[in-house]
């Protein structure tokens, strides 16, 4: 078997739409990025939507527009992808990390206590698909006292007059949250079109506003469209036309505005995404969850309650009782049979750079307990059955190995399996 971890989406309709932006000659910024804003706007019922060339600059982006800066500080969950955290050390503030619950998502309780008056804004990071407790977040920043705390040092912040909240919903494109998409829930929402997410035009990302009414979405809209086209007040496209040539920088932005060659690929995807790529990766994580949940050692990831619905980005396996080396193990197993498997994620505490800044592991025994036992299968609508149909008798196997469990039985069942692996 060579079953990869996380292949891209293509078929004959991305090819297609592709093709479409070459034929027409209008590569960069244009139509195609307007139309899949437009379709995001409309799937995630939100009031503006502005596409960028990556999650982390979108953030980036929406951090510098709250004018959050150097001195200020931004609360986000230990266990997460560093480009939650690096996003606001870019903006030169600092990350102030917190504690997961069990279900991998940002612990409330633990934002309440990390707020400071130095707090502008908490991103909160929907793990796997799995959206946050808006509720209780929501609580949390509109509490009176918190609210008391807030200290506005820009025009924005002094016209939300409280902490902004952000949803990293690079992994959540398509979950729900009350039986509406959950991507209505926070101030700013940022997908991620990354390669590897359900929905890519190789690299990219959309931000959703959903800001107070106190705000003007349309303005905000074209304010942010030249903010991430160096503050140029004309677009590439409408400057094409003649007559147009002449333009003004209005302000120092960023150049971090999406390719209509890339917008070709996600709006392709998002069209067979409700009916066809989403419900796909539904069927195949309630294979699994079939599959283990005879196991004692099988703590299923969140994926649906009466709240919430993940999109099912991943699925992030853990293995009671089990350590992170039994953990490394079971991956090197799995990879000798031909299948690729991941860890979401190493928490940030683990990395070097931010261990340099004097972040400890310690601080965060859940983010390392989720992490420890964690293994993130394949899932993705291109995976056969016969895949599926191979995959969980290996993980079994190669975790009753780890378990020590009926050994014997077990190497016999790993003999078979490899070859099958072999001769598949
Ligand atoms: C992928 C990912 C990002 C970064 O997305 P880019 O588009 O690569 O910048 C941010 N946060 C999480 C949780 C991610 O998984």
Redesign the pocket.
């Known amino acids: 078997m060579n079953i990869p971890f996380s292949p891209p989406f293509i078929d004959q309709s991305v090819v297609d739409q592709v093709l479409d932006t070459l034929n027409n000659k209008w590569i960069t910024t244009g139509p195609k990025v307007k139309a899949l804003e437009q379709e995001v706007k409309v799937i995630t019922g939100t009031d503006q939507v502005i596409c960028v060339?990556?999650?982390?600059?979108?953030?980036i982006l929406m951090l510098k527009w709250f004018g959050v800066k150097a001195g200020d500080e931004v609360i986000v969950p230990a266990y997460?992808?560093?480009?939650?955290a690096l996003?606001v050390l870019h903006c030169g503030a600092t990350p102030v990390m917190v504690d997961v619950l069990e279900d991998f998502n940002i612990d409330p309780e633990k934002v309440k206590a990390a707020i400071t008056t130095r707090t502008k804004a908490i991103i909160a990071?929907?793990?796997a698909g799995w959206p946050c407790d808006y509720a209780a977040l929501k609580e949390v920043i509109n509490d009176h006292h918190v609210q008391k705390k807030f200290r506005s040092t820009s025009d924005k912040q002094q016209l939300l007059n409280r902490i902004l909240l952000i949803s990293?919903a690079?992994?959540s494109i398509g979950s729900t949250y009350l039986n509406k998409p959950a991507a209505q829930n926070c101030d700013v929402t940022?997908f991620?079109?990354?390669a590897?997410?359900n929905i890519t035009t190789a690299?990219?990302?959309a931000i959703c506003l959903n800001l107070p009414k106190q705000f003007d979405h349309e303005a905000e809209y074209a304010y942010l469209k030249m903010y991430t086209l160096n503050g140029q007040n004309k677009d590439a496209l409408s400057k094409s036309r003649g007559a147009g040539w002449r333009y003004d920088i209005l302000f120092q932005g960023l150049k971090i505005n999406m390719p209509d060659i890339c917008a070709a690929i996600g709006l392709a995807q998002l069209r067979k995404y409700d009916n066809d790529l989403l419900p796909q990766r539904k069927e195949i994580a309630k294979k699994y969850f079939e599959g283990f949940q005879d196991q004692d050692w099988f703590i299923s990831p969140p994926l649906v309650s009466t709240q919430r619905e993940s999109c099912y980005h991943l699925f992030p396996l853990r293995v009671k009782g089990l350590s992170e080396e039994q953990r490394d193990q079971i991956i090197d197993d799995l990879s000798a049979l031909g299948i690729a498997t991941n860890v979401?994620?190493i928490p940030m505490p683990m990395l070097t750079l931010f261990k340099n800044m004097g972040y400890k592991m310690e601080d965060y025994p859940m983010a390392y307990q989720n992490y420890a036992c964690e293994i993130s299968l394949p899932i993705y609508p291109q995976l056969t059955q016969t895949e599926i149909d191979f995959i969980i008798p290996s993980v079994i196997s190669c975790v009753q190995i780890q378990l020590n469990r009926n050994i014997k039985v077990i190497e016999t069942n790993v003999v078979e399996l490899k070859q099958m692996a072999v001769a598949s």
């Open positions: 060339n990556s999650w982390t600059s979108g953030a997460t992808y560093s480009a939650t996003a990071v929907d793990i990293d690079a992994h940022i991620s079109f990354h590897v997410k690299e990219g990302g979401h994620f």
